[in-house]
């Protein structure tokens, strides 16, 4: 676990910054991550980044990724 908080957080000046990511799936599915801790999965892409910004949203400093299967990814949300 300390290894995945380290691999989802980095620091910017004094403050940790977490990063989430929503991953598009090979099944159309949606998988909600920090790090390498897994915490959701929704069959809607709208749903999973709703789940996603709630939980980052609790642990400003963040920000939310969305990962699709042909490589795009797209920064969807920044919290303080």
């Not at 598009?24 to 801790?37: I, L, P, T, Y």
């Not at 400003?60 to 990814?73: I, K, N, T, W, Y």
Request: proline share 1%; charged share 20%.
């Amino acid at each position: 676990l300390a290894l995945a908080r380290r691999l989802a957080a980095r620091r910017v000046g004094s403050v940790t910054m977490s990063f989430f990511h929503v991953v598009e799936q090979d099944d159309g599915s949606w998988s909600c991550n920090r790090g390498r801790e897994h915490f959701g999965a929704h069959a809607q892409l709208e749903n999973a980044i709703e789940y996603t910004k709630v939980i980052a949203g609790e642990h400003g400093p963040s920000e939310v990724f969305v990962h699709r299967l042909d490589g795009h990814v797209q920064s969807i949300a920044t919290f303080d």
